[in-house]
């Protein structure tokens, strides 16, 4: 009996030992449950965006949104006269039931300001039953503000400020009470009462993803099933892979819980990618049993085999796709780089699932002999061994080879010239952050959104945060209110400015107080809700901006450069001593992200790309090992620029990072591929052969796992959220075209570099040397 080769020891440990690896994959299970339960769902936060140390973070985190930032759910309320008595009377009912409410700021709306003015003029703070009585009130209050509330006798909307701060449980609770409140305030008839605004949206979206999700996991699900049943029928049990790429799936989720990495928007979409690949694990250990047990031996040996041969090949794999996704690392964007922790991690527990539990299950399956008699059958028939392996999709993978080869430099400069395009038109594919683009837009509480913008105008804004020793000091009062004014009539996009100067001159008669002890005296006049909107304690104070809607009107390059104007207006007018100014908001740390996506994405790729190669020249000390698998994803990089410019799609959060994944889809296939290869030319030294029985033999695990995760992918495409589609697009693209380059442009290379290794030996010896010199610097 011969010895156990090296290579050979884990495959016999797993054949050995299959009540030990399924006892720990349940433990391992159940605790993955246990752990799952403590993962938290998160919208969309600052320190996804931007790094929590950064001064961008701390100015928008700590100065702007702790101390002023507020969202609002606006109650929008038509009819033939709003200001009639009876509807003012209504939305004073709403409005007092939810100043009562906890978390609710502030209540802006008509109503309140013909109470307002009532009680300065009448003594007594109501709503009259005289319509004549009520317009005269109406022209008491501020004007700028009753222009922004009602537009016209036709529309006015009731504004509840919340702090930004909430939770999305807290907020969504406030929105319910909202709507019991909106029920029971009992509106005349005829008059219209919708409840819409930036929360109400918010929540929208994520009740919308959970239904739209739930449905694509099922319909990704029934398409993988039917994609494995399609091309992996030529085994037994076919449709393992699926469990066993999800029990990886469960594992991960463990993990997360574990380690406390919420869940988002982003890092939901991870899933359909691990899925992807994580499959094609399974398959590739799948396919190689099958095809050993075929030949006629046992199942302990054809479980030894596979894991000698095929586990290190999908391991090195494994390898290369981690090294395309830790490319995501390079990213400013924090959810960027959380997006690729997420995908290493289950890129891992992945591999671990198909290595030890798919191989045990199918070893627990096959080990009381060999039920199938067709294998019983084929060789003592005199079937030839390639006869025994070979499908009818392996058949046509060497065919399309084999037609590849004989127009190898045709097949070249078509790509070449197609990747080149590609990559220049990838510079003018634009990017989209604004995730009011992301929702269906024939969502009703999109619609709803969009009709209140339409009326009373958008809500984008600009905030200034000024900071000093005495906001109260009348010349810093003065400054703000004038920059207010020059900016507003200098800046069309500015349409007004709200800050605590421009409520004091409203208190005073229209001017700024003289002395900061009557400026004192008149904040503490303002209502606490409005006060603490716009100032401070003393040392802080915010104005904003309005810029209507500026980020669908001028596009997120137009607001970036509206924001450096801006800064130049701040230098140009100057700033008081001892004054410091500073433009934050929403929009600013948007504009950031869209600068770090568009400059940082060919970065990540080519870093991808380097880091891919040298990782390849140290595991294999060989050059055409290592530059082979590389230069097809660079073709599928400037295929997949192409498609996007010539479809009109945008770039977001998540295609921004179709880079890495190319890079960890394309190398997987190109890995496997070319493993199988040299496996066959060390047994027959032929390479025509090797090549030839290296696409018949593998041809049909790669294409089964291609098309299972084009057709899982696909049903993202049905998906009604935009981002969802465009990452199922691009994603079935990608791979789509990653199998086209595995099995046209990656043979081509492969065989003409083999061919040359006398040549290229001498500059592989230099370029080994200087890799192990810089591996030993490090």
């Not at 449950?33 to 320190?47: D, F, K």
């Not at 907020?171 to 709507?179: I, N, S, Y």
């Not at 959060?653 to 960890?664: E, F, Q, S």
């Not at 290296?694 to 790669?702: F, Y």
Request: hydrophobic share 50%.
């Amino acid at each position: 009996m011969r010895p156990i080769d090296g290579k050979e020891r884990l495959g016999c440990w797993i054949a050995r030992n299959p009540e030990i690896i399924l006892i720990a994959a349940v433990l391992l299970t159940l605790l993955s449950l246990h752990y799952a339960q403590q993962i938290e769902m998160h919208g969309m936060r600052t320190e996804d965006f931007v790094d929590k140390g950064s001064m961008l973070y701390q100015t928008y985190e700590h100065l702007f949104k702790e101390r002023f930032a507020t969202e609002s759910i606006t109650v929008v309320i038509e009819g033939d006269d709003v200001t009639a008595p009876d509807v003012l009377k209504a939305m004073d009912r709403l409005a007092v039931h939810m100043e009562s409410v906890p978390d609710v700021l502030s209540v802006e709306g008509i109503s309140q300001i013909v109470k307002g003015a009532a009680e300065r003029e009448l003594g007594r703070r109501y709503i009259p039953d005289e319509q004549s009585l009520i317009d005269t009130l109406l022209l008491k209050g501020d004007a700028r503000l009753l222009q922004n509330i009602l537009p016209d006798r036709r529309h006015t909307i009731l504004s509840m400020e919340l702090p930004l701060t909430l939770s999305e449980e807290e907020r969504e609770e406030v929105l319910r009470e909202t709507e019991r409140a909106v029920a029971m305030a009992e509106f005349p008839p005829g008059v219209g009462v919708t409840v819409t605004g930036n929360a109400a949206l918010g929540v929208a979206i994520k009740n919308e993803m959970s239904k739209s999700n739930a449905s694509l996991l099922v319909a990704s699900g029934i398409l993988m099933i039917l994609a494995l049943l399609l091309v992996f029928r030529h085994v037994n049990l076919p449709l393992l892979p699926l469990p066993v790429v999800f029990l990886g799936i469960i594992w991960t989720f463990g993990i997360m819980g574990l380690l406390h990495i919420p869940m988002t928007m982003i890092s939901m979409s991870a899933f359909p990618i691990l899925i992807g690949i994580g499959i094609d694990y399974a398959i590739q250990f799948h396919n190689r049993i099958e095809e050993e047990f075929s030949k006629g031996g046992s199942i302990k040996k054809a479980v030894v085999e596979t894991v000698a041969h095929t586990a290190p090949a999908v391991l090195i794999a494994l390898a290369i796709t981690a090294a395309g996704f830790f490319s995501l690392f390079t990213s400013s964007v924090p959810m960027i780089r959380e997006f690729g922790v997420l995908c290493l991690i289950g890129l891992i527990m992945c591999f671990l699932s198909a290595l030890f539990v798919g191989i045990t299950v199918l070893y627990a399956a096959e080990r009381n002999g060999n039920n199938r008699k067709n294998r019983a059958n084929k060789r003592a028939e005199g079937a030839s061994e390639s006869a025994v392996t070979e499908t009818a999709i392996g058949r046509a993978v060497r065919s399309a080879v084999k037609f590849s080869l004989r127009r190898g430099v045709l097949i070249l400069l078509l790509a070449l010239a197609l990747s080149l395009a590609g990559v220049y038109s990838d510079t003018m594919v634009p990017v989209d952050t604004d995730f009011k683009n992301y929702m269906p837009q024939d969502l009703p509480p999109l619609v709803q959104f969009r009709h209140l913008v339409d009326i009373f105008g958008g809500s984008d804004e600009l905030n200034i945060i000024v900071q000093g020793d005495d906001i109260t000091d009348p010349k810093i009062l003065e400054w703000m209110n004038n920059f207010g004014d020059y900016i507003t009539e200098s800046r069309q996009q500015v349409y007004y400015v709200n800050s605590v100067a421009g409520y004091m001159r409203m208190l005073n008669n229209g001017s700024i107080p003289e002395d900061a002890t009557s400026a004192r005296y008149l904040l503490s006049l303002m209502p606490s809700s409005m006060r603490d909107r716009y100032i401070d304690g003393h040392d802080t104070a915010v104005m904003d901006i309005n810029i209507g809607n500026a980020l669908r009107d001028l596009g997120e390059e137009g607001v970036d450069r509206l924001i450096k104007e801006m800064y130049k207006d701040v230098e140009w007018f100057g700033v008081p001593p001892g004054i410091t100014v500073v433009i934050t908001g929403n929009l600013v740390v948007m504009t950031t992200v869209i600068e770090a996506l568009t400059t940082g994405r060919t970065e990540m790729t080519l870093f991808g790309l380097v880091v891919i190669f040298f990782i390849l020249l140290l595991i294999y000390r060989d050059l055409i090992k290592a530059i082979v698998p590389v230069l097809p994803m660079l073709v599928v990089i400037g295929w997949m620029g192409g498609v996007m410019y010539i479809t009109g799609m945008k770039y977001t959060p998540l295609t921004a990072t179709l880079g890495a994944l190319i890079l960890g889809v394309g190398s997987e296939y190109s890995i496997l591929m070319m493993e199988r290869f040299y496996e066959e030319l060390e047994r027959f030294n032929d390479i025509d052969q090797a090549i030839s029985r290296a696409s018949s033999s593998i041809g049909s695990a790669l294409v089964a796992s291609g098309l299972t995760t084009v057709f899982g992918f696909g049903a993202l495409i049905t998906s009604p959220f935009v981002i969802t589609n465009n990452f199922g697009t691009v994603t079935v693209l990608a791979v789509i075209f990653a199998l086209i380059t595995t099995f046209t442009v990656f043979p081509v290379l492969l065989v003409q570099l083999e061919r040359g290794r006398e040549r290229i030996q001498r500059l592989n010896v230099i370029l080994i040397d200087a890799v192990k010199r810089c591996a030993g610097a490090v």
